[in-house]
Every structure is written in C-alpha cells, then in structure tokens.
C-alpha cells in the first residue's frame, strides 16, 4: 500500500492525468455552457475564421419567426409582406406578415372577367390587393370550380397587376394567363397570354398575343409561342423582352429550344428577335433595351449583354448550366466553392464556412444576406446556411425537418421565407436573419 505522501515516479504520473482529467472536464463543460450561452443570444454567431472559435449549428429556432403548417403554401404577391393561397376549386385568401404570423386580409375587391382565348370564353373571378399604387390579384379557372363550356383548357390561372410603365393608362391594367398546372406554386411562373384590362367594362385587348399565331394539336394557341416573365415586364421602356420557340421544333428528347425576343411595338404584333437558342427563360432589364440573359455553350454557359443590337459576354463559365451551377434571380451560385455570381456585371461573392450541397439560394433585396438551404453528409443532415456579406460571418443552423424545400426567398431586407412539403401539409417557415451579424 502506498502513503497519501508517496512520490515515486509512477505515482507522480498518475496524479498528473488526474490534474489533467480534471481539466479537461471543466474545458468540456465550459465548452457546453459557452454552447448553451449561444443558442440563447443568437447575435454572436461567428465563424471560426473570424474569431478562432468552435463551429457550431444551432438550431433554427433561434431563428424563427413562424413555422405554420397549411393545406395550400403561401406563395408571394407583389405587394411586400402580402401572400395568397390559391386552390383548384378556384379560392383566393389574402394573408399579411405582421412580423410573427400571417394575418388574413381582406381584399380591396374583385374582378369578374370572361375572357376569351382560343375560341373560349372563360369565366374567372380574381379578388386582388391594391396598396399604394400597386395591384396585385390572382384567380384560378378550373374544370372543378365550373360548369361552363370549355372544352380545351381544364385550368388557368390568372394574375392582374400594374402595366409595364411605357404602357400605362388610366383604368387598366395587366392581365396575365397560363395553362399549366404544374406552375401553380412556382415562384417565377412563365405566362403564355398577356393582355390589356380595361378595368370599367372587363373587355381586354392585345398585349403580346397575335391573333394569327399557331395553333397546338389540341385546338388552342400554342403555348410557347409568347412566353414571357415577372422580371420582363418591369422594363421602363416600350422594348419589353419575352421568350418563344415559334421557329423551333422539338429534338430527340422531345425538347424545343427558346429563342429570346423584343416587344417593339404598343400594338402587341411588332416582334424583333434579339438572340436565339438562349440557355434559360430568364431576362434581366438594364435599362433603355439593355438586357441580360444567359446562353449556353459547348463547354458551360455564358451571361450575355444585349444591346443596341449587339451581344457581349459578360462572364463566361465552364460547368453545367443548373447542376454544377444554379441561378435565383439575378444571381448564379457554384455549388462547388459557394461563390455567387451576379448575371449582368462581374461581381461576385466569396462566402466563407462553405460545406453543403445547396439545393436552394437566395439573395436578400440588399445584397446584405446569402442564405443557401441543402444537405452536407446525407438527405438527413439538412442545413440552412446564412452568410453576412457585410460582417463576412456566417452561421450554419441545423434544420430538423429534412423534406424537400421549395421557394426560397426574401419578404424584404432581413426576412426569408419557404415551405416544405410534408405528410400533414405545407410547412411554411419565416426566418428573422437580422439576428446574423
């Protein structure tokens, strides 16, 4: 036996791993608490390169403003912090953030339309928002919210707003139209009809439509033949960019290439082609005919700057076009490094913390926020990363659900929002990122 005086070389030893077994304890549970101290004050999330601390994925909820489970998602209108649900039987709710949940608003009024396309009269009623000069409004016709006799379509939707500036006129408006159903929440859907509301009487006249313009095997207009976007119709001017495969036909894979072209005219009929074969449906507007567009190439893909009838690249890239690269807006990220790109200019941004396999972006109006939503090891390790592109910080919190999530984007500068879809319905989150600094 040994005295509690011993020592010997071997006791000595022993006495150190206990100081040092000590240690280590108090560091662990220092670490936990410090831990614990973060996911309570959510506004010192750093990243290890900024401040050699510990990486650390906190949860979401140090985040969340409302996580709100519905049998529709909310999808955006184009009046700030205002969402709509829409549903087959035709049914418009209006609901307003109010910086904790969706409230149901009330709708300034209504429109009841009969509009006709193809040979069709079709009945609508689009309730819609106005506010501060902005119109906003929504209706859904559908074979199960009607008993009216239309033969070819079995759904639109519909969507009335502002008319492109170059066109605006007292008393009316914009009224958009398409067919395919798998757009209903789809965040930047492709209209295939634009007309010109006259608000008094209901009647409409032509925007882009041609009346001579092809017909489909089904008996209705062709679908591609004006194709045109959200971001198309901001142009101040009277050249407003819309897309169409008019000229083309389908390949091997019964696929049909678009070719990008240039409203010209108030009359609806004066059509210039400004690029063909373009890699997207997306156009950014620069201002007097300006635009930008993306173009595919043999080795990647190319941003392209059209204007006064010439064509520039603006940055070229050598990997695919929606895998190896993916576009939100005016933005390209790599998957790769996580550096975004913006569409038309050489700016980019290097992110930091990067290590995830994004399935969704976006960028905040400001430019102030990153946030990328995706899986690291496995589909159930799903994370949504945020990155401070001011403080250059960024944090990684961990996302408990791991369904798939669509629509990803910014209710304004600080504010983010998307569903997931889930066997109890749409799980719509609101996530407050002013707390990343």
């Given at each position: 036996?040994?005295?509690?005086?011993?020592t010997t070389?071997?006791n000595k030893?022993?006495?150190k791993k206990?100081?040092?077994?000590?240690?280590i304890a108090?560091?662990?549970?220092?670490?936990?608490?410090a831990?614990?101290?973060l996911?309570?004050?959510?506004?010192?999330?750093v990243?290890?390169?900024n401040?050699?601390?510990?990486?650390?994925s906190?949860s979401?909820?140090?985040?969340?403003?409302s996580?709100?489970?519905?049998s529709?998602p909310?999808?955006?209108?184009?009046i700030e912090?205002?969402?709509?649900?829409a549903d087959?039987?035709g049914?418009?709710?209006?609901y307003?953030?109010?910086?904790t949940d969706?409230?149901?608003l009330?709708?300034?009024?209504?429109?009841?339309?009969?509009?006709?396309?193809?040979?069709?009269?079709?009945?609508?009623?689009?309730?819609?928002?106005e506010?501060?000069?902005?119109?906003?409004?929504?209706?859904?016709?559908?074979?199960?919210?009607?008993?009216?006799?239309?033969?070819?379509?079995?759904?639109?939707m519909?969507?009335v707003?502002?008319?492109?500036?170059?066109?605006?006129k007292?008393g009316?408006c914009?009224?958009?139209?398409h067919?395919?159903?798998?757009?209903?929440?789809?965040?930047?859907p492709?209209?295939?009809?634009?007309?010109?509301l006259?608000?008094?009487?209901?009647?409409?006249?032509?925007f882009?439509?041609?009346?001579?313009?092809?017909v489909?095997?089904?008996?209705?207009?062709r679908r591609?033949?004006?194709?045109?976007t959200e971001?198309?119709?901001?142009e101040t001017?009277?050249s407003v960019?819309?897309?169409?495969?008019?000229?083309r036909t389908?390949?091997?894979?019964?696929?049909?290439q678009?070719?990008?072209y240039?409203?010209?005219?108030k009359?609806?009929?004066?059509?210039?082609?400004?690029?063909e074969?373009?890699g997207?449906?997306?156009v950014?507007?620069?201002?007097?005919?300006?635009?930008?567009y993306?173009?595919?190439?043999?080795?990647g893909?190319?941003?392209?700057k059209?204007?006064?009838g010439?064509e520039?690249?603006i940055?070229?890239?050598?990997?695919g076009?929606?895998t190896?690269y993916?576009?939100?807006g005016?933005?390209?990220?790599s998957?790769?490094?996580?550096r975004?790109?913006?569409t038309?200019?050489?700016?980019?941004?290097?992110?930091?913390g990067?290590?995830?396999?994004?399935?969704?972006?976006?960028v905040?109006?400001?430019?102030?926020?990153v946030?990328?939503?995706?899986?690291?090891?496995?589909?159930?390790d799903?994370?949504?990363?945020?990155?401070?592109?001011?403080?250059?910080?960024?944090?990684?919190?961990?996302e408990?659900?791991?369904?798939?999530?669509?629509?990803?984007?910014?209710?304004n500068?600080?504010?983010?929002?998307y569903?997931?879809?889930?066997?109890?319905?749409?799980e719509?989150v609101?996530?407050?990122?002013?707390?990343?600094?």
């Amino acid at each position: 036996m040994q005295s509690a005086n011993d020592t010997t070389p071997k006791n000595k030893t022993s006495v150190k791993k206990n100081i040092i077994t000590i240690v280590i304890a108090v560091l662990a549970i220092a670490a936990l608490a410090a831990a614990g101290w973060l996911y309570t004050h959510p506004d010192i999330f750093v990243s290890p390169e900024n401040k050699n601390a510990a990486s650390v994925s906190p949860s979401l909820d140090t985040v969340l403003l409302s996580r709100k489970i519905t049998s529709i998602p909310y999808m955006p209108t184009d009046i700030e912090n205002v969402v709509y649900t829409a549903d087959a039987a035709g049914n418009i709710t209006y609901y307003e953030f109010n910086g904790t949940d969706f409230v149901e608003l009330a709708p300034t009024g209504t429109m009841e339309l009969t509009v006709p396309l193809s040979g069709q009269q079709i009945p609508v009623k689009i309730p819609y928002v106005e506010r501060d000069g902005v119109l906003s409004g929504f209706g859904v016709y559908s074979t199960e919210n009607t008993d009216s006799n239309v033969y070819i379509y079995s759904f639109v939707m519909f969507k009335v707003q502002n008319l492109p500036e170059a066109y605006a006129k007292t008393g009316s408006c914009l009224l958009l139209m398409h067919t395919d159903q798998t757009q209903a929440y789809t965040l930047n859907p492709v209209w295939e009809q634009a007309f010109i509301l006259n608000r008094s009487d209901g009647s409409v006249s032509d925007f882009l439509n041609d009346r001579s313009q092809k017909v489909s095997a089904d008996g209705g207009i062709r679908r591609d033949y004006y194709m045109i976007t959200e971001g198309a119709l901001k142009e101040t001017s009277a050249s407003v960019p819309f897309f169409s495969s008019r000229e083309r036909t389908p390949d091997e894979n019964g696929e049909t290439q678009v070719d990008l072209y240039m409203k010209t005219g108030k009359n609806g009929r004066d059509d210039t082609m400004i690029a063909e074969n373009v890699g997207d449906r997306y156009v950014k507007l620069l201002g007097n005919g300006v635009f930008a567009y993306i173009r595919e190439t043999d080795s990647g893909f190319s941003t392209v700057k059209y204007e006064n009838g010439q064509e520039s690249v603006i940055t070229s890239f050598y990997a695919g076009y929606g895998t190896s690269y993916i576009r939100d807006g005016d933005y390209i990220l790599s998957k790769e490094d996580g550096r975004v790109f913006t569409t038309y200019d050489t700016s980019s941004i290097e992110t930091k913390g990067y290590k995830m396999n994004p399935l969704l972006f976006s960028v905040s109006p400001d430019g102030t926020y990153v946030v990328m939503a995706g899986t690291v090891a496995n589909a159930l390790d799903y994370r949504i990363y945020v990155y401070n592109t001011k403080t250059q910080k960024y944090a990684v919190f961990n996302e408990t659900n791991y369904a798939a999530h669509y629509n990803l984007r910014f209710i304004n500068d600080t504010t983010v929002a998307y569903y997931v879809l889930n066997v109890d319905g749409y799980e719509n989150v609101v996530l407050d990122l002013s707390k990343v600094k």
